[in-house]
């Protein structure tokens, strides 16, 4: 369309261990991409590391769309379990526009991750879909009859915190049993550490001291793995385990035919880490939809800040 | 309105107990009903039994709605856990049609019970709500976005079959773990005989004898409870957290408003019942919303019925 313009609208896709930024266009391709490690001193850190970050690209974006990690409802952020330091409610999308000059759109990081697949990614075109995202912790995100599912207040599709062992380890959020306890990065990490403190060997720590990471990242994970790590193998296999139950319930109650599984550790695992899953949860379908589908995010990394931009797109500047 | 004449629907119930039919009004009001015991011979006798119910009715139907406690997909029934002898996929609609002579519209027990809450019950008017009806076996249905949801194939609102317990108790659908292998009233019978030969002492089955039930039924579980019978408040106990962990899960998933609990047990127990599953299910809740609410079924008994006949007026005669 020679003599228009590009509509760029920046999306910003809040994680435990990264804050990462796209500018996109308006067929949801990403023009530049930046990234800064997640602040953990709280709120007012995490804003300003986003605002620096966006203003850092470069060009002005009509609009910005954040994905975050927690129960989010009317732009406020109420619960946000894999954020150090964030204890409060925040009303992030006022606080953001006051600093920013542009209009500001909040959404859950999985519900975006999932808008970004559904828009134009592994979900393209399903009716009915959930996305599983594997991070430092479980997110989940939810299209149901065609549309994206938020519940009655934004707080739906936390496929984190589906109970899998009524008696079970302690999860971030602080009870019991929840998948994201078994299957999130963080709990996982901590469940390693505990095994070795108990004189078990791995070579999780070593990998990570040698890649220069500060925490069990993806990255880690994927390389231990490589390695024939045994608890490495045994952490993961117990975390898709978990996942494949938590999924199964919900195919129970909700009936899909697509499962994408996305975040960091379908990042390093691909397609192999969706059939495992795959694999895991059709035991526990009562009724398998004939064409049931799990497939791995093929917008990766891209995911979150697509869907941000497109939420930013729909709610702020209404295309 | 006077001229102008009313039509009747005939709404069916199928449980693992009775089959209940009702002839329901353009207001969903029941204008009469009828029951038999639900045979244990498998869909010919089932579907025999329906006819010849209906038909006692005397009055001809415009149509009839049937409600039956499997996973049910365009008017065919592809699993039904709790109905004895049935292992085939039957196309119910068709083969009572061809019996009855008038339309059938067929639907899943729970989908239906919760069709009759939301148009005339506990439910009316919800956004976000869940239907657990507790008999036989545990139910499920969902009002999602303001409209009933029944998933990609009409097997959604399996809330039985959310698992709560990775290796927990053998479920009537031949997995493990299931909520309903802890709070369906069959399972509950098995676990209350295996008790018993394990010497443990209940009045459960002197008064199932006394009240002349072929099993335990809600009205016999219901005297058990007020007598103060341990084994019956103990494996009540159980069902009820398990029902709490696994509408906890769903809330997680869905974000809804309202839970309503019917079927038998919520018909003897009443209000007092939901009221325990609501303080069952909130401490598994990540961010509980502010007006959450647990109801009984207001229309009881009726709720399938009236449920059923408004899917035959939708679905088969337009109105």
Known sequence: MSGTEELLVAGVDVGGTNIEVGLVGDGHEVRARGKVATPDGGPEEVLTAIADLVRSMGAEPAAVGVGIPGVVHDGRVLTVPNLENWHEHVAVDSELADRLGVPVALGNDADVGLLGEWLDGAAKGATNALGVWMGTGIGGGLILDGRPYHGARGAAGELGHVIIRADGALCSCGRRGCVEAYAGRRSMARIASALVEAGRSTSLFDIQQDEGKPRLTSKVW?????????????????????????????????????????????????????DRIGSATRPWVLQPHPDLQFVVSTLGDDAGVVGAAALARASVIGH
């Open 222 to 274: 994927a390389r231990a793995l490589d390695e024939g790590d045994e608890m490495a193998h045994e952490l993961i296999d117990a975390a898709v385990a978990g996942i494949g139950l938590a999924v199964g319930s919900c195919l129970n109650l909700l009936d899909l035919e697509l499962v994408v599984i996305g975040g960091g550790l379908a990042e390093k695992l691909g397609q192999p880490l969706a």
